[in-house]
């Protein structure tokens, strides 16, 4: 195999920066890892590069003259043939209000100049693999369709394996949360058992509670991992995430609803849940046992921002709120769980 087929395999990167000095240096840098880089020196030149031949990657400027980095966002976003490639700010601005909006244009991360060169190729690794399993998800449902009949199992299998893999990328992003999402599919899943569900349905559930915080990816890891309390413009960027998780989601056609059920994990018996404010009877009960498992294993466990609370703390919470907040049958089963049958979360 060549050199060119080598880094073609490796990933095809689009940097942008206006300064020819820091657009030579990230062109380097990447090359030297063994990507395939193209450069260009502002929006227009890029945006003709990334249309006529899209990257798996690209690596955005802010400040530019023209076209900002922001339009040059927005405006890959609004194209089909662009819109799924990832897209990294790596700019020299420094306020996080810059840094918000660059999520909201669609950006994936953000890098900081100067930057530390290891620090940037892990998150091009990081980013480049995520959308890889994405991209390997969806083929594999698609196959699924196509062979059910021959190889459901193994397909199955594979779907719950790239699933986890996809999850496990996420949590690469914050280090604190770890293994939550493992976690909250170990409880809600044995609460779908204590209902006696079906196991078609229970395996649904077990893959939706895999990727319910899927949406993170798009909250950017210093708000993620933040000490301290949260602004209520950071609140807001975090409680995006159902809805952020349902878009990345609803286009893959699951067997099971599992864009629903992410998009509802927050959503409260009582209507004050969030993005979409359902009641009881709107919520999904998959997502109702997932809602539960998450705030109990949410509570358990620590985090940036406090020690872990305990068991006792966390079945206190969903008994009190047990029929206003969380759904009353799924509060008794967990509870049930915890008290009668000895269940512990895994290590």
């Known amino acids: 195999m060549n050199d060119a087929t080598d880094t073609a395999k490796k990933g095809k990167i689009l940097a942008i920066d206006d300064t020819p000095?820091?657009?030579?240096?990230?062109?380097?840098?990447?090359?030297?890892?063994?990507?395939e880089v193209r450069s260009a020196i502002n929006g227009t030149i890029a945006l003709h590069y990334a249309f006529n031949n899209p990257p798996d990657l690209i690596l955005l400027d802010i400040r530019m003259p023209e076209l900002d980095g922001f339009e040059v966002c927005r405006q890959l976003k609004a194209q089909f043939c662009t819109r799924d490639v990832p897209v990294i700010f790596v700019s020299a601005?420094?306020?996080?209000?810059?840094?918000l909006q660059g999520f909201e244009v669609g950006a994936v991360d953000f890098v900081t100049k100067p930057y530390q060169r290891e620090e940037l190729l892990a998150r091009v690794r990081t980013h480049l693999e995520l959308n890889r399993l994405r991209n390997r998800l969806e083929d594999l449902v698609d196959e699924r369709t196509q062979e059910l009949k021959q190889s459901e199992h193994k397909l199955r299998s594979n779907l719950l394996e790239s699933v986890t893999a996809l999850a496990a990328t996420v949590e690469m992003r914050d280090p604190y949360t770890a293994g939550h999402q493992r976690r909250v599919s170990e409880l809600a899943v044995a609460m779908a058992q204590?209902?006696?569900?079906p196991e078609e349905e229970i395996e649904g559930i077990r893959l939706a509670s895999v990727v319910h915080d899927v949406g993170k990816i798009r909250v950017p890891a210093e708000i993620l991992s933040k000490p301290g309390h949260l602004s209520l413009h950071e609140m807001g960027i975090i409680n995006e995430h159902p809805q952020n998780g349902y878009e990345i989601l609803k286009n893959i056609d699951f067997p099971w609803p599992i864009a629903e059920i992410v998009h509802q994990h927050h959503e409260r018996e009582d209507g004050s849940g969030y993005p979409q404010g359902l009641h009881a009877e709107q919520i999904l009960l998959a997502a109702k046992l997932v809602s539960v498992a998450d705030v109990v294993e949410s509570m358990v466990t620590h985090r940036p921002y406090r020690a872990g609370l305990g068991i006792d703390a966390a079945l206190a919470e969903i008994t009190q709120h047990q029929g206003t907040l969380y759904d009353a049958q799924v509060v008794q089963t967990c509870l049930q769980l915890f008290r009668e049958k000895g269940f512990k979360f895994s290590t």
């Not at 601005?93 to 840094?99: C, S």
């Not at 204590?194 to 569900?197: G, I, K, R, T």
């Open 21 to 35: 000095a820091s657009l030579r240096l990230l062109t380097d840098i990447l090359k030297a890892e063994g990507y």
């Open 194 to 197: 204590e209902l006696h569900l």
């Open 93 to 99: 601005a420094t306020e996080t209000q810059e840094k």
